[in-house]
């Protein structure tokens, strides 16, 4: 079983991401216990039952709450009893994190290509694109001036910094999750 830290914050981010905003007092309510009917969890969270199974379910298909159906034996319709699984949502966590370092990579590929190439007028009259500013010979219709190519070293440095931050995060969960092994 993984130790990863699952702070409240972290927890709810990302199955809010995954899942929806509406999950989470059902992930709240359902932390700690085991086997829950989803009668008791709608009753206790004062939502209806459809509503409760619907979230439920979206949660099932993220694989987020596992459930085992029992009969009645007084009603005799079957009820499901449902359990949160703790471990896949650190599991999305980690998945998460990994599709955002993919993204960021890309952006950083494009951005260096220079396939966002801008130029700006200095007196900020208009920001144009290559195509756009050779069409106006790389000088502002409104004042002018020469248009400056817009400087993306900053935004490289910040992609390069936010790649860096979630690629150490994800080194220690996952150092975590070895040691805990
Ligand atoms: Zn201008």
Known sequence: MCTMRLTKEVRN????????EDVLPVMEYLLDKENISEFKIAEALDLEVNRTRNILYRMYTHN??????????IKGWYISYWTLNLNR???????????????LKDKLTKEAA??????????MC???DFDRASTLDFRCPECGNLLAQQD??????????LIEKLEGELADDLKTKAVAK
């Open 13 to 20: 981010n990302v199955v809010r991401e995954v899942v929806g």
């Open 64 to 73: 987020i709450v596992t459930y085992h159906r029992k009969k009645d034996r």
């Open 89 to 103: 949502i650190k599991q999305l966590v980690t998945e998460l994190k990994r599709k955002k370092i993919e993204q």
């Open 114 to 123: 220079n396939e966002n190439l801008f130029f700006l007028c200095p007196n």
């Open 126 to 128: 208009i920001r144009a």
């Open 152 to 161: 993306n070293s900053k935004t490289i440095e910040n992609i390069q910094g």
